[in-house]
């Protein structure tokens, strides 16, 4: 498990306290997640696998400013992977076509990863029983994984609520690149415990009113909003731990994993 110094990036986040390359204007889960690699890492030489990596568009700066950082990620959309690899051209990066399924095969050249970073992701896996166990079985013993899930999908009236089970449809018929459904919390966590990894912060960010809001802050405000809307998050998972209804306001969940 983490100690409450390691976790401070994501439990306590002062942007001022962080480099600029980590902050990731107008989201906190990956400002988060930035933050809590570079306090990670430091100068030690590290391996990072990003499980559904996407176009990889958050890695360039990082990986430009710590170079002991080798980058592995794959996705399963051919066209993802094309502009992930020319977004990350030059630098010390693996990407490749792959599914979370056959993660146990993907790679075979680092055996274990100290970090895995999957940002939205799991929402859209299917089977998504297959995840934790898959994330499990490449992370290091002590090794921290960083993980979320969105709930926003979800919320976005009936053009999307269509759009879902359509897509849920598609998926039974093999076609599954535009599947989201919602992730229980409750199966996450039995899914996180079976796979033998610890909880060591479960949150919820990303206000959707705020999100919006957040659009028509200018200037030098608009880094003061950031921190304080941060504050606000953080101190509403202290104090409204275990309420659903906070679950239910925000458009993100973010977990910090560690494996047993
Ligand atoms: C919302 S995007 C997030 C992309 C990226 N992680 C980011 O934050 O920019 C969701 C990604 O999950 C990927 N994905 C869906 N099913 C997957 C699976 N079975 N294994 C790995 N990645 C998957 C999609 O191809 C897509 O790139």
Redesign the pocket.
């Known amino acids: 498990m983490l100690n409450d110094s390691q976790l401070k990036p994501a439990t306590g986040l002062q942007l001022d306290a962080i480099p600029d390359y980590c902050v990731w204007d107008g989201s906190i889960v990956?400002t988060k997640m930035l933050a809590m690699i570079w306090s990670l890492v430091g100068d030690k030489e590290v391996n990072i696998l990003?499980?559904?990596?996407?176009?990889?568009?958050?890695w360039r700066p990082i990986l430009e400013n710590i170079p002991n950082i080798s980058l592995y990620g794959?996705?399963?959309?051919p066209s993802?992977v094309l502009l992930a690899e020319k977004e990350l051209d030059g630098m010390k990066a693996n990407i490749r076509h792959?599914?979370?399924?056959r993660l146990e095969t993907m790679f075979p050249e680092a055996a274990e990863f100290d970090l895995i970073v999957?940002?939205?992701?799991l929402e859209?896996?299917?089977p998504r029983e297959v995840y934790f166990g898959a994330v499990s079985k490449r992370l290091k013993n002590n090794g921290v994984a960083l993980i979320s899930w969105?709930s926003d999908h979800f919320r976005q009236g009936v053009r999307t609520d269509i759009r879902n089970v359509i897509s849920r449809i598609l998926a039974k018929l093999g076609i599954?690149?535009y599947?989201a459904a919602e992730v229980d919390e409750l199966w996450a966590k039995d899914q996180i415990s079976k796979a033998g990894l610890d909880i060591n912060l479960l949150h919820y960010y990303s206000l959707v009113e705020l999100k919006k809001l957040f659009r028509l802050a200018k200037g030098v405000s608009r880094r003061k909003i950031f921190q304080d809307w941060i504050c606000v998050e953080e101190e509403f998972n202290c104090t409204a731990q275990g309420d659903s209804r906070l679950m239910t306001s925000m458009d993100e969940t973010f977990t910090i994993l560690t494996k047993k």
Request: a negative charge; proline letters at 3%; hydrophobic letters at 30%.
């Open positions: 990956r990003d499980v559904g990596c996407g176009e990889a568009r958050m794959f996705d399963p959309s993802s792959g599914d979370v399924i999957s940002h939205s992701v859209h896996v299917v969105g599954e690149q599947y």
